[in-house]
């Protein structure tokens, strides 16, 4: 497990409560003095800022790269793969990373398909190719091409966020909430099933805005 603490930048490794100090940087990017997205792959761990990057070696003994791309501190990765995504500092660009950001391009700049903080709320299958996110006018959409094109969803309007949960292209599984909704597709997003069950007896009426998969 390897994991950031925001009061002294400093990078910890460690498993079963026990962590062990690496290495601490004052500052990794503009926007603050802390990365707002980590993420491992491509056999690195990556922290993006405002319109900047670096990479960690595995055993977090330091930095070994750093770069300028322009984009927000936030990316979502597929898998363990050096693919991420991201959208544009200052525009409704959204990005695509290759090779741990040796390179990015804007793949789609549609404006209703971004939203603030794009990739919060979406979701990749672990090759990069499948996604699905929310936008700006409260509805979703689904992307099969790395998200060059993307078609709306069947679902209601909403806040929503998704998780992938296993399967292959377009028979692959997806969870999507927002407020108290709750959905399962097991195509891909091409039928959804009420997946609710009783939690509105349990918690009241949620405003879910997160969701994780941890298995599948």
């Known amino acids: 497990m390897f994991w950031y603490y925001g009061g002294t930048n400093a990078f910890y490794i460690?498993?079963?409560?026990?962590?062990v100090s690496h290495f601490t940087q004052a500052n990794f990017g503009g926007g603050g003095a802390g990365p707002d997205t980590m993420s491992y792959g491509f056999g690195y761990w990556m922290?993006?800022?405002?319109?900047?990057?670096k990479l960690i070696a595995p055993d977090g003994s330091g930095v070994?790269?750093?770069?300028?791309?322009?984009?927000?501190p936030q990316h979502l990765r597929a898998g363990t793969t050096g693919i991420t995504f991201h959208r544009t500092n200052?525009?409704?660009?959204?990005?695509?990373?290759?090779?741990n950001l040796a390179s990015i391009a804007v793949v789609s700049t549609t404006p209703t398909m971004i939203v603030d903080g794009t990739p919060i709320g979406h979701a990749c299958d672990p090759t990069g190719s499948y996604?699905?996110?929310?936008?700006?006018?409260?509805?979703?959409?689904r992307s099969a091409d790395g998200g060059a094109t993307w078609v709306a969803s069947t679902l209601s309007a909403g806040s929503w966020h998704f998780a992938y949960g296993g399967g292959v292209g377009v028979n692959s599984r997806w969870i999507a909430i927002s407020g108290s909704q709750v959905f399962y597709s097991a195509n891909f997003g091409d039928t959804w099933v009420d997946k609710l069950g009783n939690?509105?007896?349990?918690?009241g009426t949620p405003s879910s805005n997160m969701i994780r998969v941890i298995g599948y």
Do not use: E, W
């Open 14 to 19: 460690g498993k079963n409560n026990s962590y």
């Open 47 to 53: 922290v993006t800022r405002f319109s900047a990057f």
């Open 64 to 72: 070994i790269a750093s770069g300028t791309p322009s984009c927000i």
């Open 90 to 99: 200052g525009t409704y660009g959204f990005q695509k990373g290759t090779d």
């Open 131 to 141: 996604l699905m996110g929310p936008t700006l006018t409260s509805s979703s959409r």
């Open 199 to 203: 939690m509105l007896t349990l918690t």
